[in-house]
């Protein structure tokens, strides 16, 4: 990665956020498939149709700076992604499967935070007045889902996990 100015920079990040929303478009279908609490497979389900939406403003974004995507594979997203599958793999399907695919659900989240984040200051500093709403749409859609999740867990995915444990 060569970057040397804050242009660049930007141009970096968002092509970076870009695959990882593609990653996460390919993902959320098999996570929806993998939750075993209804609520939980629709979330994946809902956020699969939000975050193609996101990949639509991030065109939309490249429209009107007029800039041009780098293809990069965003490694961050890659490895998340890896961890679910994980997940999958290695817990049967029920309670404890379901709170440890929400966690790891919010640690996607967070880093889409961090990613929209950064770009939206960038975005700021550069004046990219048209861009920056769309940025701080798609940062306000991700701390909204994180924050589903967070009641998700507390609202009875953990507890039926470890309800779970003691049982067995």
Do not use: W
């Not at 098999?30 to 939980?40: F, V």
């Not at 193609?52 to 939309?60: A, C, N, T």
């Not at 695919?101 to 935070?113: N, R, S, T």
């Amino acid at each position: 990665m060569s970057v040397k100015t804050i242009e660049e920079l930007f141009v970096h990040e968002l092509s970076d956020i870009y695959s990882a929303e593609k990653q996460l478009t390919k993902a959320l279908p098999r996570l929806a498939r993998a939750a075993d609490h209804p609520a939980l497979a629709e979330g994946f389900t809902n956020h699969l149709a939000e975050t193609q939406g996101q990949i639509e403003r991030i065109d939309q974004i490249v429209e009107i700076l007029g800039i041009r995507l780098k293809r990069i594979k965003c490694a961050a997203m890659e490895g998340l992604i890896e961890e679910g599958k994980e997940v999958i793999d290695s817990i049967e399907a029920g309670p404890l499967r379901d709170a440890a695919l929400i966690g790891g659900a919010q640690k996607v989240e967070h880093y889409e935070i961090a990613a929209y984040g950064t770009l939206a200051a960038l975005a700021k500093q550069l004046g990219y007045d048209q861009a920056l709403p769309l940025l701080l749409e798609t940062l306000e859609e991700e701390k909204a889902t994180d924050i589903k999740l967070t009641k998700l867990a507390e609202q009875g995915g953990n507890q039926r996990a470890a309800r779970e444990a003691k049982a067995a």
